[in-house]
Protein backbone atom coordinates (compact mmCIF):
# COMPACT_ATOMS: atom_id res chain seq x y z
CA UNK A 1 0.00 0.00 0.00
CA UNK A 2 1.04 3.58 -0.55
CA UNK A 3 1.58 6.03 1.89
CA UNK A 4 -0.49 8.97 1.71
CA UNK A 5 0.80 11.90 3.16
CA UNK A 6 -0.72 15.45 4.02
CA UNK A 7 0.47 18.81 4.53
CA UNK A 8 -2.09 21.33 5.34
CA UNK A 9 -0.40 24.55 4.61
CA UNK A 10 -2.96 27.12 4.71
CA UNK A 11 -5.96 27.83 6.95
CA UNK A 12 -9.11 29.97 7.40
CA UNK A 13 -10.14 32.32 9.93
CA UNK A 14 -13.45 34.39 10.03
CA UNK A 15 -16.68 34.16 8.77
CA UNK A 16 -18.85 30.49 8.51
CA UNK A 17 -17.44 27.64 6.44
CA UNK A 18 -18.62 25.46 3.47
CA UNK A 19 -16.64 22.75 2.53
CA UNK A 20 -19.05 22.19 -0.43
CA UNK A 21 -17.68 20.06 -3.81
CA UNK A 22 -17.71 22.25 -7.20
CA UNK A 23 -16.64 20.81 -10.73
CA UNK A 24 -13.75 22.76 -12.06
CA UNK A 25 -10.48 22.08 -13.40
CA UNK A 26 -7.95 20.60 -10.79
CA UNK A 27 -5.67 22.85 -9.69
CA UNK A 28 -4.18 23.54 -6.41
CA UNK A 29 -4.92 27.31 -4.77
CA UNK A 30 -5.99 29.43 -1.65
CA UNK A 31 -9.59 30.58 -1.43
CA UNK A 32 -9.27 34.22 -0.22
CA UNK A 33 -9.87 35.26 3.13
CA UNK A 34 -13.11 35.80 4.67
CA UNK A 35 -13.75 38.53 7.11
CA UNK A 36 -11.87 38.15 10.91
CA UNK A 37 -13.94 36.07 13.14
CA UNK A 38 -12.81 37.09 16.00
CA UNK A 39 -11.56 40.78 16.22
CA UNK A 40 -10.09 40.85 19.40
CA UNK A 41 -8.08 37.59 18.75
CA UNK A 42 -5.14 39.25 17.61
CA UNK A 43 -3.50 36.25 17.85
CA UNK A 44 -5.04 34.26 15.37
CA UNK A 45 -2.70 34.10 12.04
CA UNK A 46 -4.41 35.26 9.28
CA UNK A 47 -5.25 32.94 6.84
CA UNK A 48 -7.24 31.05 3.82
CA UNK A 49 -7.29 27.34 2.80
CA UNK A 50 -5.95 25.34 -0.06
CA UNK A 51 -7.99 22.74 -2.24
CA UNK A 52 -6.99 19.85 -4.56
CA UNK A 53 -9.14 17.72 -6.74
CA UNK A 54 -9.22 14.28 -8.38
CA UNK A 55 -12.02 11.92 -9.69
CA UNK A 56 -13.00 9.59 -11.64
CA UNK A 57 -16.40 8.39 -13.68
CA UNK A 58 -16.84 6.19 -11.17
CA UNK A 59 -15.88 7.55 -8.11
CA UNK A 60 -14.60 10.98 -6.65
CA UNK A 61 -12.24 11.59 -3.98
CA UNK A 62 -11.78 14.64 -2.93
CA UNK A 63 -9.32 16.21 -0.57
CA UNK A 64 -8.52 19.89 0.63
CA UNK A 65 -5.08 20.65 2.27
CA UNK A 66 -3.13 17.32 1.08
CA UNK A 67 0.42 18.19 -0.40
CA UNK A 68 1.22 18.48 -4.24
CA UNK A 69 2.93 14.78 -4.39
CA UNK A 70 -0.28 13.53 -3.16
CA UNK A 71 -2.33 15.86 -5.31
CA UNK A 72 -0.06 14.59 -8.75
CA UNK A 73 -0.07 11.07 -7.69
CA UNK A 74 -4.12 11.19 -7.10
CA UNK A 75 -4.46 12.68 -10.75
CA UNK A 76 -2.67 10.20 -12.67
CA UNK A 77 -4.66 7.59 -11.35
CA UNK A 78 -7.38 9.18 -12.06
CA UNK A 79 -6.66 10.16 -15.63
CA UNK A 80 -5.10 6.78 -16.38
CA UNK A 81 -8.52 5.04 -15.33
CA UNK A 82 -10.96 7.75 -17.77
CA UNK A 83 -9.14 10.32 -20.02
CA UNK A 84 -12.30 12.02 -19.67
CA UNK A 85 -12.97 12.39 -16.41
CA UNK A 86 -14.38 15.48 -14.44
CA UNK A 87 -12.58 17.09 -11.42
CA UNK A 88 -14.08 17.76 -8.26
CA UNK A 89 -12.22 20.53 -5.77
CA UNK A 90 -13.16 20.65 -2.24
CA UNK A 91 -13.55 24.29 -1.41
CA UNK A 92 -13.84 25.73 2.19
CA UNK A 93 -15.33 29.04 1.26
CA UNK A 94 -16.87 32.12 3.40
CA UNK A 95 -20.66 31.89 3.70
CA UNK A 96 -22.48 35.01 4.74
CA UNK A 97 -22.90 35.53 8.25
CA UNK A 98 -25.57 34.61 9.96
CA UNK A 99 -27.81 36.85 12.11
CA UNK A 100 -26.60 35.01 15.90
CA UNK A 101 -24.24 37.63 15.86
CA UNK A 102 -21.30 35.72 16.04
CA UNK A 103 -21.84 32.39 15.34
CA UNK A 104 -20.11 30.55 12.76
CA UNK A 105 -21.12 27.30 10.52
CA UNK A 106 -18.81 24.90 8.87
CA UNK A 107 -20.64 22.44 6.18
CA UNK A 108 -19.64 19.20 6.21
CA UNK A 109 -20.26 18.13 2.69
CA UNK A 110 -21.34 14.65 1.88
CA UNK A 111 -23.61 15.25 -0.83
CA UNK A 112 -27.45 14.44 0.15
CA UNK A 113 -26.37 13.41 3.67
CA UNK A 114 -24.73 17.13 4.00
CA UNK A 115 -25.21 19.16 6.96
CA UNK A 116 -24.50 22.22 9.38
CA UNK A 117 -22.07 22.65 11.96
CA UNK A 118 -23.73 25.42 14.56
CA UNK A 119 -20.54 27.16 16.63
CA UNK A 120 -21.59 29.43 19.52
CA UNK A 121 -22.40 30.81 22.67
CA UNK A 122 -25.77 30.30 24.24
CA UNK A 123 -26.98 28.19 21.23
CA UNK A 124 -29.22 26.39 22.95
CA UNK A 125 -31.47 29.48 23.38
CA UNK A 126 -31.96 29.29 19.84
CA UNK A 127 -34.51 25.98 19.52
CA UNK A 128 -34.86 27.01 15.49
CA UNK A 129 -31.30 25.83 14.68
CA UNK A 130 -32.43 22.38 15.95
CA UNK A 131 -36.47 22.45 15.11
CA UNK A 132 -35.77 23.28 11.51
CA UNK A 133 -33.47 20.01 11.36
CA UNK A 134 -35.75 17.56 12.84
CA UNK A 135 -38.25 16.62 10.26
CA UNK A 136 -40.66 14.37 12.01
CA UNK A 137 -42.91 15.12 15.30
CA UNK A 138 -40.93 13.03 17.93
CA UNK A 139 -37.39 13.16 19.66
CA UNK A 140 -36.09 11.30 22.02
CA UNK A 141 -33.43 13.09 23.52
CA UNK A 142 -30.38 10.46 25.09
CA UNK A 143 -27.97 12.29 27.36
CA UNK A 144 -26.43 10.94 30.90
CA UNK A 145 -26.58 11.26 34.36
CA UNK A 146 -24.15 13.98 34.92
CA UNK A 147 -25.51 16.04 31.71
CA UNK A 148 -29.23 15.92 32.50
CA UNK A 149 -29.19 17.94 35.52
CA UNK A 150 -27.20 21.08 33.78
CA UNK A 151 -28.97 20.93 30.32
CA UNK A 152 -31.84 18.62 29.61
CA UNK A 153 -34.33 21.24 30.51
CA UNK A 154 -32.85 23.93 28.34
CA UNK A 155 -32.52 21.12 25.44
CA UNK A 156 -36.14 20.12 25.85
CA UNK A 157 -37.57 24.05 26.22
CA UNK A 158 -35.61 24.57 22.73
CA UNK A 159 -37.47 21.65 21.18
CA UNK A 160 -40.90 22.46 22.34
CA UNK A 161 -40.92 26.54 21.70
CA UNK A 162 -42.34 25.61 18.65
CA UNK A 163 -45.09 23.80 19.55
CA UNK A 164 -45.07 21.14 17.30
CA UNK A 165 -42.85 18.30 18.59
CA UNK A 166 -43.23 15.23 21.22
CA UNK A 167 -40.15 15.42 23.49
CA UNK A 168 -39.12 12.41 25.63
CA UNK A 169 -35.58 10.96 26.98
CA UNK A 170 -33.95 8.30 27.98
CA UNK A 171 -31.15 9.30 30.64
CA UNK A 172 -27.79 6.69 30.90
CA UNK A 173 -25.08 6.18 33.23
CA UNK A 174 -21.99 8.21 32.37
CA UNK A 175 -18.34 6.87 31.57
CA UNK A 176 -16.62 5.27 29.34
CA UNK A 177 -17.21 1.77 30.72
CA UNK A 178 -20.65 1.74 29.86
CA UNK A 179 -20.27 2.19 26.52
CA UNK A 180 -21.43 -0.70 25.74
CA UNK A 181 -24.25 -2.72 24.32
CA UNK A 182 -25.79 -3.65 27.16
CA UNK A 183 -26.26 -0.41 28.14
CA UNK A 184 -27.52 1.01 24.31
CA UNK A 185 -30.14 -1.50 24.78
CA UNK A 186 -31.56 1.39 27.33
CA UNK A 187 -32.17 3.71 24.23
CA UNK A 188 -33.68 0.91 21.86
CA UNK A 189 -35.86 -0.12 25.20
CA UNK A 190 -37.28 3.90 25.48
CA UNK A 191 -37.63 4.35 21.64
CA UNK A 192 -39.98 0.94 21.73
CA UNK A 193 -41.80 1.81 24.89
CA UNK A 194 -42.92 5.22 23.51
CA UNK A 195 -43.98 3.95 19.97
CA UNK A 196 -41.87 5.70 18.08
CA UNK A 197 -42.00 5.70 14.07
CA UNK A 198 -39.34 6.27 11.42
CA UNK A 199 -39.55 9.50 11.87
CA UNK A 200 -38.36 10.05 14.82
CA UNK A 201 -35.31 11.99 15.53
CA UNK A 202 -32.50 11.12 18.11
CA UNK A 203 -30.95 13.70 19.91
CA UNK A 204 -27.24 13.34 21.55
CA UNK A 205 -26.73 15.70 24.43
CA UNK A 206 -23.43 15.21 26.34
CA UNK A 207 -19.90 13.96 25.34
CA UNK A 208 -18.43 12.05 23.04
CA UNK A 209 -19.88 8.42 24.78
CA UNK A 210 -23.40 10.00 24.23
CA UNK A 211 -23.05 10.68 20.31
CA UNK A 212 -21.68 7.64 19.66
CA UNK A 213 -23.99 5.31 21.37
CA UNK A 214 -26.97 7.68 20.37
CA UNK A 215 -26.11 7.31 16.77
CA UNK A 216 -25.43 4.11 16.47
CA UNK A 217 -28.67 3.56 18.34
CA UNK A 218 -30.30 5.85 15.47
CA UNK A 219 -28.53 4.10 12.71
CA UNK A 220 -30.09 0.23 14.24
CA UNK A 221 -33.92 1.62 15.29
CA UNK A 222 -35.92 0.61 12.80
CA UNK A 223 -33.04 0.64 10.53
CA UNK A 224 -32.06 4.24 10.22
CA UNK A 225 -34.02 7.08 11.83
CA UNK A 226 -32.94 10.75 11.92
CA UNK A 227 -29.66 12.13 14.56
CA UNK A 228 -28.64 14.92 15.58
CA UNK A 229 -26.13 16.11 17.33
CA UNK A 230 -25.35 18.70 20.60
CA UNK A 231 -21.69 18.00 22.24
CA UNK A 232 -20.93 19.57 25.92
CA UNK A 233 -17.55 18.63 25.82
CA UNK A 234 -14.73 19.86 24.10
CA UNK A 235 -13.89 16.03 22.77
CA UNK A 236 -17.12 15.56 21.33
CA UNK A 237 -17.13 19.68 19.85
CA UNK A 238 -13.87 19.42 18.04
CA UNK A 239 -13.79 15.49 17.33
CA UNK A 240 -16.66 12.81 17.72
CA UNK A 241 -19.51 14.59 17.20
CA UNK A 242 -18.19 15.79 13.34
CA UNK A 243 -18.08 12.80 10.31
CA UNK A 244 -20.57 10.01 11.66
CA UNK A 245 -18.33 7.16 13.80
CA UNK A 246 -20.53 5.74 15.86
CA UNK A 247 -20.78 2.47 18.03
CA UNK A 248 -19.86 0.88 21.20
CA UNK A 249 -16.86 -0.94 22.75
CA UNK A 250 -16.24 -4.98 23.08
CA UNK A 251 -14.41 -5.93 25.68
CA UNK A 252 -11.36 -6.84 23.67
CA UNK A 253 -10.96 -3.53 21.62
CA UNK A 254 -12.44 -0.35 21.60
CA UNK A 255 -15.22 1.47 19.37
CA UNK A 256 -15.21 -2.20 17.31
CA UNK A 257 -18.43 -2.47 16.99
CA UNK A 258 -20.56 0.49 15.19
CA UNK A 259 -21.84 2.11 11.98
CA UNK A 260 -20.73 4.92 9.49
CA UNK A 261 -24.23 6.95 10.28
CA UNK A 262 -24.50 11.07 9.70
CA UNK A 263 -26.17 13.49 12.00
CA UNK A 264 -28.58 15.92 10.35
CA UNK A 265 -26.95 19.17 12.52
CA UNK A 266 -24.09 19.44 14.99
CA UNK A 267 -25.27 21.99 17.66
CA UNK A 268 -21.89 23.43 19.69
CA UNK A 269 -23.16 25.51 22.19
CA UNK A 270 -19.45 26.57 23.35
CA UNK A 271 -21.50 28.07 26.68
CA UNK A 272 -21.45 24.32 27.66
CA UNK A 273 -18.14 24.10 28.49
CA UNK A 274 -18.45 26.17 31.82
CA UNK A 275 -19.50 23.20 33.61
CA UNK A 276 -16.90 21.08 32.17
CA UNK A 277 -13.97 20.00 34.75
CA UNK A 278 -11.05 20.20 33.63
CA UNK A 279 -9.52 17.24 33.77
CA UNK A 280 -12.45 16.44 31.09
CA UNK A 281 -11.09 20.35 29.42
CA UNK A 282 -7.32 18.78 29.10
CA UNK A 283 -8.72 15.10 27.41
CA UNK A 284 -10.19 16.88 24.47
CA UNK A 285 -7.44 19.66 23.95
CA UNK A 286 -5.42 16.23 22.88
CA UNK A 287 -7.40 16.13 19.60
CA UNK A 288 -7.42 19.51 19.18
CA UNK A 289 -3.28 19.37 19.05
CA UNK A 290 -3.71 16.42 16.60
CA UNK A 291 -5.11 18.35 13.72
CA UNK A 292 -2.19 21.28 14.23
CA UNK A 293 0.02 17.74 13.58
CA UNK A 294 -1.44 15.77 10.96
CA UNK A 295 -2.59 18.99 8.80
CA UNK A 296 -2.87 22.64 10.12
CA UNK A 297 0.82 23.68 11.29
CA UNK A 298 -0.44 27.23 11.73
CA UNK A 299 -3.16 25.89 14.31
CA UNK A 300 0.04 24.20 16.37
CA UNK A 301 1.88 27.11 16.31
CA UNK A 302 -1.01 28.90 17.58
CA UNK A 303 -2.20 26.59 19.98
CA UNK A 304 1.91 26.81 21.25
CA UNK A 305 1.01 30.67 21.71
CA UNK A 306 -2.18 30.22 23.49
CA UNK A 307 -2.38 27.23 25.23
CA UNK A 308 -2.43 28.92 28.66
CA UNK A 309 -5.93 30.79 27.18
CA UNK A 310 -7.69 27.81 26.46
CA UNK A 311 -7.04 26.42 29.57
CA UNK A 312 -8.16 29.50 31.41
CA UNK A 313 -11.15 29.14 29.10
CA UNK A 314 -10.91 32.36 27.34
CA UNK A 315 -14.07 32.24 25.27
CA UNK A 316 -12.26 33.26 21.92
CA UNK A 317 -9.69 31.15 22.45
CA UNK A 318 -11.74 28.69 23.07
CA UNK A 319 -14.19 29.37 19.86
CA UNK A 320 -11.49 29.75 17.62
CA UNK A 321 -10.06 26.85 18.44
CA UNK A 322 -13.48 24.60 17.84
CA UNK A 323 -14.17 26.44 15.02
CA UNK A 324 -10.71 25.08 13.25
CA UNK A 325 -10.70 21.67 14.38
CA UNK A 326 -14.22 21.49 12.86
CA UNK A 327 -13.32 23.07 9.76
CA UNK A 328 -10.04 20.58 9.72
CA UNK A 329 -12.31 17.75 10.27
CA UNK A 330 -15.19 18.66 7.75
CA UNK A 331 -12.47 19.00 5.06
CA UNK A 332 -11.37 15.49 6.07
CA UNK A 333 -14.67 13.87 6.44
CA UNK A 334 -15.63 15.48 2.89
CA UNK A 335 -12.57 13.73 1.25
CA UNK A 336 -12.80 10.62 3.06
CA UNK A 337 -15.71 9.78 4.86
CA UNK A 338 -15.95 6.14 5.66
CA UNK A 339 -11.90 5.47 6.28
CA UNK A 340 -11.15 3.94 2.70
CA UNK A 341 -7.66 2.54 1.76
CA UNK A 342 -6.49 6.30 0.91
CA UNK A 343 -5.90 6.64 4.29
CA UNK A 344 -6.66 10.71 4.03
CA UNK A 345 -9.28 9.78 6.82
CA UNK A 346 -7.41 7.13 8.91
CA UNK A 347 -4.62 10.45 9.53
CA UNK A 348 -7.60 11.53 12.24
CA UNK A 349 -6.34 8.67 14.66
CA UNK A 350 -2.48 10.34 15.02
CA UNK A 351 -1.82 9.02 18.22
CA UNK A 352 -5.24 6.47 18.79
CA UNK A 353 -3.19 2.94 18.16
CA UNK A 354 -1.88 3.29 20.78
CA UNK A 355 -4.17 5.11 22.76
CA UNK A 356 -6.86 2.55 22.35
CA UNK A 357 -4.44 -0.18 23.47
CA UNK A 358 -4.12 1.62 27.17
CA UNK A 359 -7.90 2.09 27.37
CA UNK A 360 -8.66 -1.23 26.41
CA UNK A 361 -5.30 -2.91 28.86
CA UNK A 362 -6.20 -0.42 31.63
CA UNK A 363 -9.92 -0.65 31.76
CA UNK A 364 -12.33 1.55 30.20
CA UNK A 365 -12.67 4.74 32.33
CA UNK A 366 -9.59 4.73 34.11
CA UNK A 367 -7.82 7.05 31.51
CA UNK A 368 -9.83 9.43 29.63
CA UNK A 369 -9.63 9.37 25.73
CA UNK A 370 -7.78 11.86 24.95
CA UNK A 371 -5.06 11.19 28.16
CA UNK A 372 -4.48 8.18 25.98
CA UNK A 373 -4.16 9.50 22.70
CA UNK A 374 -1.94 12.20 24.41
CA UNK A 375 0.80 9.36 25.63
CA UNK A 376 -0.32 7.53 22.10
CA UNK A 377 0.76 10.65 20.45
CA UNK A 378 4.15 11.02 21.69
CA UNK A 379 4.66 6.83 21.40
CA UNK A 380 3.80 7.57 17.71
CA UNK A 381 6.19 10.52 17.72
CA UNK A 382 8.72 8.69 18.96
CA UNK A 383 8.47 6.07 16.97
CA UNK A 384 8.40 8.28 13.77
CA UNK A 385 12.07 10.16 15.36
CA UNK A 386 13.77 6.78 15.47
CA UNK A 387 12.64 6.19 11.99
CA UNK A 388 14.67 9.10 11.01
CA UNK A 389 10.94 10.88 9.98
CA UNK A 390 10.53 13.75 12.19
CA UNK A 391 13.79 15.28 13.78
CA UNK A 392 14.21 15.94 17.44
CA UNK A 393 13.11 19.75 17.41
CA UNK A 394 9.50 18.80 16.47
CA UNK A 395 9.50 15.51 18.99
CA UNK A 396 10.53 18.16 21.93
CA UNK A 397 7.71 20.73 20.82
CA UNK A 398 5.16 18.22 20.78
CA UNK A 399 5.98 16.77 24.52
CA UNK A 400 6.44 20.29 25.51
CA UNK A 401 3.03 21.24 23.86
CA UNK A 402 1.02 18.17 25.63
CA UNK A 403 2.63 18.40 28.99
CA UNK A 404 1.60 22.56 28.90
CA UNK A 405 -2.08 21.08 28.17
CA UNK A 406 -1.45 19.21 31.43
CA UNK A 407 -2.48 15.53 29.64
CA UNK A 408 -0.02 12.53 30.15
CA UNK A 409 3.63 12.06 27.90
CA UNK A 410 3.76 8.60 29.03
CA UNK A 411 1.80 5.43 29.21
CA UNK A 412 0.67 3.26 32.41
CA UNK A 413 3.53 1.92 34.63
CA UNK A 414 1.32 -1.36 34.73
CA UNK A 415 1.08 -1.67 30.52
CA UNK A 416 3.82 -3.99 29.04
CA UNK A 417 5.22 -3.87 25.73
CA UNK A 418 3.39 -8.02 24.72
CA UNK A 419 -0.05 -5.78 26.22
CA UNK A 420 0.57 -3.25 23.49
CA UNK A 421 1.28 -5.86 20.61
CA UNK A 422 -1.58 -7.65 21.63
CA UNK A 423 -4.07 -5.11 21.81
CA UNK A 424 -2.44 -3.22 18.62
CA UNK A 425 -3.25 -5.98 16.86
CA UNK A 426 -6.98 -5.93 16.72
CA UNK A 427 -7.12 -2.18 15.97
CA UNK A 428 -9.33 -1.41 12.94
CA UNK A 429 -6.52 -0.16 11.17
CA UNK A 430 -4.91 -3.71 10.56
CA UNK A 431 -5.34 -4.30 6.92
CA UNK A 432 -4.87 -8.00 5.55
CA UNK A 433 -2.99 -8.97 9.16
CA UNK A 434 -0.64 -6.22 9.04
CA UNK A 435 -0.64 -3.30 11.55
CA UNK A 436 -0.97 0.11 9.71
CA UNK A 437 -0.11 3.29 11.94
CA UNK A 438 -0.03 7.06 11.46
CA UNK A 439 3.06 8.34 12.11
CA UNK A 440 4.66 12.20 11.41
CA UNK A 441 7.34 12.05 8.65
CA UNK A 442 8.45 15.62 7.65
CA UNK A 443 8.06 18.92 9.20
CA UNK A 444 5.15 19.97 11.01
CA UNK A 445 2.23 19.31 9.59
CA UNK A 446 2.64 15.96 7.69
CA UNK A 447 1.85 12.65 8.22
CA UNK A 448 1.66 9.57 6.41
CA UNK A 449 -0.50 6.32 7.23
CA UNK A 450 1.31 3.40 6.34
CA UNK A 451 2.13 -0.28 7.62
CA UNK A 452 5.77 0.45 5.76
CA UNK A 453 8.18 0.67 9.01
CA UNK A 454 10.97 -1.22 10.46
CA UNK A 455 8.82 -3.17 12.80
CA UNK A 456 12.08 -3.46 15.05
CA UNK A 457 11.69 -0.05 15.47
CA UNK A 458 8.23 -0.54 16.88
CA UNK A 459 9.88 -2.78 19.65
CA UNK A 460 12.26 -0.20 20.61
CA UNK A 461 10.10 2.46 21.01
CA UNK A 462 7.66 -0.03 23.44
CA UNK A 463 10.03 -1.28 24.91
CA UNK A 464 11.42 2.41 25.39
CA UNK A 465 8.06 3.33 27.11
CA UNK A 466 7.38 0.09 28.97
CA UNK A 467 10.66 -0.61 30.77
CA UNK A 468 11.09 2.85 32.17
CA UNK A 469 13.53 4.31 30.00
CA UNK A 470 11.16 6.94 28.60
CA UNK A 471 10.81 8.79 32.32
CA UNK A 472 14.49 8.71 32.99
CA UNK A 473 15.65 9.72 29.15
CA UNK A 474 12.85 11.98 28.15
CA UNK A 475 11.22 9.79 25.20
CA UNK A 476 12.30 9.73 22.06
CA UNK A 477 15.58 7.82 22.06
CA UNK A 478 18.89 10.16 21.88
CA UNK A 479 21.06 7.67 19.39
Not at 43 to 70: D, L, Q
Not at 313 to 330: G, Q, W
Not at 362 to 390: K, N, P, Q
Request: aromatic fraction near 6%; charged fraction near 20%; include cysteine.
Amino acid sequence: MSNTSLHYRTHIKGGSYSARATVKAPRVHAVPDAAPAHGALSSAPSSSTSECSAASSRRSTVCAGVNRRMVQRLREQQSLASAGSRHVALNAVAAPERALGSMKTVHVDLGDRSYPIYIGAGLLNHGELLRKHIPGKRVLIVTNETIAPLYLDRCRKALLEGGQLQVDDVILPDGEEYKSMDVLGKVWDKALECRMDRGTTFLALGGGVVGDMTGFAAACYQRGVHFVQVPTTVMAQVDSSVGGKTGVNHPLGKNMIGAFYQPRTVLVDTDTLASLPDRELASGLSEVVKYGLIRDAPFFEWLEANMERLLGRDPEAIAYAVERSCVNKAEVVAADERESSEGVRATLNLGHTFGHAIETGTGYGVWLHGEAVAAGTVMAADLSYRLGWIDRSLYDRIVSLLSRARLPILPPPSMTADQFRSLMAVDKKVLAGKLRLILLRGPLGNCVVTGDFDPAKLDETLEHFCSGGAASAGGASSA
